[in-house]
């Protein structure tokens, strides 16, 4: 474990506490793509599948619980929750998602690190978070104003990867064999697909003003 | 063989 590594696992379970504190505490999901929340749940369930097998340390199955659970919740309540479900802008979250479950699972089959189910869902985990939060950007886009808990909660998301990057420089140097190509370049894809997103979100900083993204 | 190390990044 890095700095780089356990300031970017606080920085996601960051994002998480503030998607979390945006719906309980607005009784609202307004802004948010279930389609983004259904993406990152799959993604959890298909990369933990070693969760009973591979026993690392305590941070990483509790940290492992903690994103499969509270990924798990955010999809039900934005689906099953009376008040929470209203709010959701079902019209504008239309993302054909199912494409991306599919490109990147084909993706998988052909580049993986070894021909094993685990490590076919490992490598269908990595691409599948790269594009995951493409729903939620176009949501961003087309609902105009976005609510800071929002605003907030994706630049944290983007903000956790981009440690990770910084993360596996780390380990490339200080480690003697660690290629983690597959989860490099997909992290790089990843944080790259946040670039406009992070670009308007400074100018809203800085301008103390509304983040407002470009239709 | 290299045996697929495990993953222990989250």
Same mark, same amino acid.
């Given at each position: 474990m890095n700095i780089f590594r356990l300031a970017g696992d606080m920085t996601h379970l960051m994002s998480?506490?503030?998607l979390l504190l945006k719906i309980y505490a607005t009784k609202s999901c307004s802004g948010i793509s279930l389609k983004t929340q259904e993406l990152y749940a799959l993604v959890f369930l298909t990369r933990y599948l070693d969760l009973f097998t591979d026993f690392i340390s305590v941070y990483n199955t509790v940290m492992k619980l903690v994103f499969i659970g509270s990924s798990l919740a955010i999809v039900w309540c934005m689906r099953m929750h009376r008040t929470v479900k209203r709010s959701y802008d =079902?019209?504008?979250? $239309?993302f054909r998602h199912y494409f991306l479950v599919a490109a990147c699972f084909?993706?998988?089959l052909i580049v993986?690190?070894?021909?094993?189910?685990?490590?076919?869902?490992?490598?269908f985990s990595i691409y599948l978070e790269a594009v995951a939060i493409l729903p939620q950007l176009v949501l961003l886009q087309r609902s105009g104003n976005v609510d800071n808990l929002t605003?907030?909660?994706v630049f944290?998301?983007?903000?956790?990867?981009?440690?990770y990057i910084l993360n596996w420089i780390y380990r490339y140097f200080t480690e003697q064999h660690f290629s983690r190509w597959i989860a490099?370049?997909? =992290?790089?894809?990843? $944080?790259?697909l946040y670039a406009d997103f992070f670009y308007y979100y400074f100018i809203s900083w800085k301008n103390n003003s509304k983040l407002q993204l470009p239709a | 063989e290299a045996e697929a190390e495990v993953h222990d990044e989250l």
């Open positions: 998480i506490l503030v =079902g019209q504008l979250d $239309t084909l993706s998988a993986h690190e070894k021909f094993t189910f685990q490590e076919i869902f490992w490598a605003g907030q909660y944290f998301l983007g903000a956790y990867r981009a440690l490099c370049i997909s =992290g790089l894809v990843q $944080t790259a | -």
